[in-house]
């Protein structure tokens, strides 16, 4: 048996170096993406990449307002992931609601749910703000203060507790159940 | 705006338009609001009959249906929006139903313009107007199992009060203060 913790430092500066992004875009910030992608900040010398899977991904970017129903499969995706992964929230809606603090559809603490490790202000942030939040990512990867994946694991009860008061017992099964009878459409126009 | 007589030049095309329809369809009025704008008010029963004519006379699109809320009256009014291509002329079609659960039912239009399901399902979900025909309509469309049948774009929706219930934040939030801090 290997004691794998002289190896640490090597681990989470890789980590650090190679962070990949779930391509799972909610609300309006998905178009503050393109921006970041493109030469201008171009995130792909921090070896960031947008990734359509997220069994490959370390690094959930939440753009923008959540649902509910965006929040089941934010959820769903999140447990996914392999770990370590990281939760960085975008704009002030996954904060404390934003602009859409009164509205009946939109989540206001986006905390109670799934563990959030950085939160960038700001309603769209600019580029540079991203930026910025990306260099405390890093910075808290590197000593090791982005643990939300094992608050999640030490807390799930309470997170647990907090999604069953918002969607109901067993959200899972009905979701899933729910499209059944309608993905079978029998008139073909 | 400019004087009536400089208005009628301009509006000429558009009154021709309506003029051709009307020959067609007694029951509706219609008038000209500005340059390339126009609308109609109907009977909601002959809605199907309209449109149809409307497609023969060259409206080629349907662009929404949109739903709008008189409490005080008990009405709803639904407005057809068309664009013409061949005119580039934007009709209004506007109609009236009961407000009421119950009696706020529409015939489809969907055979007539296939793009009318999604709208239609739209004003299902939102305002409770049920739609005869569309066999679509008990299909969950974008509100969760939770708010099906609440109907939050009615005016007599109580917001605030749904907000406080669901998400249990804003207890200290009082509607008559001006300045409060949350």
Known sequence: ?189 | MADGQEEGVKTMREETIIQKILEKAPYAEGKVRRERRIEFKIPAERIRDFLMLLKEKDFESMMQITVVDWPNDGEYELVYQMWSYTHAVHAFVKTRIPRDLDKARMPTVRDIYPVAETYERDAHDFFGVYFEGNDKMEMPWILDDTEQGLFPYRKDFDWIGYVKKKYKILDRFDEDKDNYVI
């Not at chain 1, 170096?17 to 391509?23: G, L, P, R, T, Y």
């Not at chain 1, 600019?126 to 890093?138: C, F, H, L, T, Y």
């Open chain 1, 1 to 189: 048996m290997v004691d794998w913790r002289l190896f640490e430092p090597l681990f989470n500066y890789a980590r650090k170096k190679s962070m990949w992004i779930v391509a799972f875009c909610t609300g309006c910030g998905g178009i503050e993406m393109p921006p970041l992608m493109t030469s201008r900040y171009d995130l792909e010398r921090f070896g960031m990449m947008p990734n359509p899977a997220p069994r490959m991904a370390d690094l959930f970017l939440i753009t923008g307002y959540v649902t509910p129903k965006t929040l089941k499969r934010i959820i769903i995706t999140y447990e996914m992931q392999p770990d370590p992964k990281y939760v960085m929230a975008h704009g002030s809606c996954p904060l404390n609601g934003g602009p859409y603090w009164d509205s009946y559809n939109a989540i206001k603490h986006l905390d109670k749910y799934i563990p959030v490790d950085v939160v960038i202000a700001g309603c769209m942030p600019r580029p540079e703000a991203v930026m910025d939040g990306i260099n405390k990512m890093m910075e808290m990867i590197e000593n090791g203060t982005a643990d939300g994946w094992k608050r999640y694991k030490e807390n799930y009860e309470w997170y647990k507790k907090n999604q069953d008061e918002l969607f109901g017992e067993g959200w899972r099964e009905r979701e899933a159940r729910r499209w059944l009878p309608w993905l079978m459409d029998k008139k073909k126009e």
